[in-house]
């Protein structure tokens, strides 16, 4: 049985566990069953940096809690002038090499749970993906329930904000932006065209919970799953790394691919700091035949 090593968490402790090789994980992969957990460092590749990373927005931004979403007005009206500008980077971006191998690899898997809600795995053309988190692509009214694509409210914040013209270099991974108090002064919000109700993006907040019913599904996958294949995720929050804990629990390798260190490598049978895109590459070419 292998000795995993026992790490401290500490997101810039002075060291890593042992590194292991792409060589090392493809019999693993090429065995199949694999279930991949992916978080925001494989996108960050397709220009949406990551929170935690190197340069990670948390740094220099706190994102919108469920609570101040529900119960500020103002609060609704400052997220929704930032992830309208948000939304345009989030809406042009397209997959990169690690969505791409992952998609090349879907023989050999057997799922996906993302915690990314960027919807670049569906774009890359991977199927049945698990949001864990939702999705950016549409938005939910707090009141009728009632789901819509996010071009739709797109399209009318455009109409109630004509001369809105904010922009911004700086985006998250959750479509947010920064931009100074005066530039989210007088920003129109809309409400749910079918009952006049808060409009909500279709993910998950900070402070919220993911649906029970979710949670349960991606628990069956990795009871399910030969091996779990963790791609650019420091599993800091508890959402991600519950699954990580359930298949060491069981017995299932867990194989972690991320630059730097992460809350799940004292769980790890092999840890990889590569990058993702060219990492994700080889491993496909290696599995699969370039």
């Given at each position: ?110 799922g996906v749970i993302t915690q990314n809600v960027d ?22 009214c707090l009141d009728c329930k009632i789901l819509t ?142």
């Amino acid at each position: 049985m292998r000795t995993r090593p026992t790490l401290t968490w500490s997101p810039s402790g002075p060291s890593l566990p042992r590194t292991s090789t792409l060589t090392d994980v493809v019999p693993i992969v090429a065995d199949g069953g694999v279930l991949v957990l992916s978080g925001a460092g494989l996108s960050t590749e397709s220009g949406i940096p990551d929170y935690r990373g190197e340069g990670g927005s948390l740094r220099k931004h706190t994102p919108m809690t469920y609570e101040e979403f529900t119960t500020s007005a103002a609060g609704r009206r400052r997220y929704w002038a930032r992830s309208h500008v948000g939304w345009r980077t989030i809406a042009r971006a397209d997959p990169n090499a690690g969505h791409r191998a992952v998609t090349r690899l879907a023989p050999r898997l057997s799922g996906v749970i993302t915690q990314n809600v960027d919807g670049l795995h569906q774009a890359a053309g991977s199927q049945d993906v698990v949001e864990l988190h939702g999705g950016l692509d549409r938005v939910i009214c707090l009141d009728c329930k009632i789901l819509t694509p996010r071009i739709e409210l797109d399209r009318r914040l455009r109409e109630a904000n004509p001369t809105f013209a904010a922009t911004t270099d700086e985006i998250n991974p959750d479509g947010d932006v920064f931009l100074p108090e005066e530039a989210v002064e007088g920003f129109e919000v809309v409400g749910c065209a079918e009952c006049g109700g808060i409009l909500k993006p279709d993910v998950v907040f900070f402070g919220e919970n993911v649906p029970r019913p979710r949670v349960e599904q991606c628990y069956s996958l990795v009871d399910n799953a030969r091996s779990l294949l963790v791609l650019g995720s420091s599993l800091t929050v508890m959402s991600g790394l519950r699954f990580v804990r359930r298949a060491s629990e069981s017995g299932i390798p867990v194989v972690i691919i991320n630059r730097g260190v992460t809350r799940g490598d004292s769980f790890a049978s092999l840890r990889v700091d590569l990058p993702l895109g060219t990492s994700l590459t080889e491993l496909a070419d290696a599995v699969l035949g370039s």
